[in-house]
């Protein structure tokens, strides 16, 4: 979590950020200053606090600290708060949460927090960001060469014993990731019918470790994984195909027996804070739409060049000034 505990500080990291937005060309602090205060005027108003939530996977960090960075150079406050998604959206209500940039779906915590579900209101789903989300079960490439029945379901069991590990006993080992993802692994498993334990990697990184392991040393794996991701541009994984996803096929989460579907990845924010529509930051999350390949370079900048999120988040916003500019509008 990153925190901003002094104003000097904070007045300091917004004139940085609105220099590299003012970009090259012999400009001064005072004309950085001048472009800052006519971005946040143009937006209708003062820049105050934005609190950031920080899911755990390196694709979510990228969009937060691109946000988060480029309303820095409004002027805006913003704390970065290191989150699990239903920890997140619980503090729309404390005041603790103003924005989670990147949902993948979560009906069950709209129908808690989002008024027109049915929920207390502290929730407001502002709009898609660009990305969209793609689930599924994933190969390595090299087995999918090697046996390309193995990406129809229906001949998994026949493979059940190669996937087999110290953890998964008699059984082959399925590989999901953090549990507290949407996933319905462990129910599309028994509703199937397949000789599969899940094993919980614990998250992104322990997941995306194994997934290169298993193609550079040719061993079985099979798992959970998504899109966007950079991992795919390095090893193409291939996806094994399940019943298709039908409207309905997942809201008994013990029945689910189908694929994962397509999302269109969502913004949701504080009410209160999002209803303060003079303030330039609320306006910028509005706005902030992205594609899977601008999040996916940013990605790549913090998990592989082991970058710093805002120092990747600023990289980008240099060579992207139009696409931020759009979104201070």
């Not at 399940?242 to 949701?268: F, H, I, N, R, S």
Request: charge should be negative; aromatic fraction near 10%; proline fraction near 5%.
């Amino acid at each position: 979590m990153v925190k901003i505990n002094k104003a000097w500080k904070a007045m300091a990291t917004a004139a940085v950020a609105a220099l590299a937005l003012a970009g090259c060309g012999g400009g001064s602090v005072s004309d950085a200053t001048s472009q800052n205060a006519s971005a946040a005027g143009s937006a209708g108003g003062k820049c105050g606090t934005m609190n950031m939530a920080v899911n755990p996977w390196v694709s979510y960090q990228a969009s937060a600290y691109v946000v988060g960075e480029a309303a820095k150079a409004l002027g805006c406050t913003v704390n970065y708060k290191d989150l699990k998604e239903d920890v997140s959206w619980q503090g729309f209500g404390t005041g603790e949460v103003d924005v989670v940039i990147e949902d993948w779906g979560h009906p069950d915590l709209e129908k808690k927090f989002v008024k027109d579900k049915g929920g207390d209101g502290s929730a407001t789903m502002a709009g898609p960001n660009g990305n969209k989300g793609i689930i599924h079960w994933y190969v390595p490439p090299w087995l999918a060469a090697a046996h390309p029945d193995i990406l129809d379901y229906n001949n998994l069991n026949k493979y059940a014993a190669d996937f087999k590990t110290s953890e998964s006993g008699d059984m082959g080992q399925f590989l999901g990731s953090d549990p507290s993802y949407v996933q319905f692994d462990e129910a599309i498993v028994k509703n199937l019918g397949l000789n599969f334990k899940v094993v919980f990697s614990g998250g992104e990184a322990a997941s995306l470790e194994a997934f290169k392991k298993a193609e550079a040393e040719k061993k079985f794996l099979i798992g959970y994984f998504w899109e966007p991701q950079y991992l795919f541009a390095d090893v193409p994984l291939k996806a094994v195909k399940l019943p298709p996803y039908t409207e309905g096929c997942q809201d008994d989460p013990a029945k689910v027996a189908c694929d994962y579907p397509d999302t269109v990845l969502q913004k949701v924010v504080s009410t209160k804070w999002f209803a303060n529509t003079s303030d330039p930051g609320v306006a910028m999350v509005k706005n902030f739409e992205w594609s899977n390949e601008d999040q996916n370079m940013v990605a790549k900048y913090i998990a592989v060049d082991k970058m710093d999120p805002a120092a990747a988040a600023k990289k980008w916003i240099d060579d992207n000034k139009d696409k931020v500019a759009a979104w201070s509008k």
